[in-house]
């Protein structure tokens, strides 16, 4: 038996369970307890889906797990390169010819 964690629920300890075993064919393979979603998707939608995995050779969760993957990185990759963009932005500020570290010392001096 192998200790796996259960985080997809609110269990306070691990428990030991068996080895999840694989019933279906194709590329699914469960290493360890996965969380087990219900998402509501148009039935002409799940078609063509149905219909594109059945091709690549790829499970339906496979495949969406992929896409999912694929659009966080998405996502992240946009976010950091606006980061990047808006931090290429920032011009120095002039403060007279003092640095700021000595203008930060000056006003901690003052209090």
């Not at 259960?6 to 996965?34: E, K």
């Not at 690549?56 to 606006?82: C, K, N, P, V, Y």
Request: some cysteine; proline content about 5%.
């Amino acid at each position: 038996m192998k200790i796996c964690d259960l985080r997809a629920t609110r269990a306070l300890a691990s428990l030991r369970l068996p080895r999840m075993n694989i019933l279906t064919p194709g590329n699914t393979v469960y290493t360890r307890p996965v969380a087990k979603v219900m998402i509501s998707i148009p039935d002409k939608l799940l078609e063509r889906i149905d219909g594109f995995v059945a091709t690549a050779h790829e499970t339906r969760s496979g495949f969406l797990q992929r896409l999912a993957e694929r659009e966080l990185e998405l996502t992240e990759r946009h976010d950091r390169d606006e980061i990047e963009r808006l931090l290429d932005q920032i011009q120095p500020i002039d403060f007279g010819g003092v640095s700021a570290a000595q203008l930060i010392r000056e006003d901690r001096e003052s209090h």
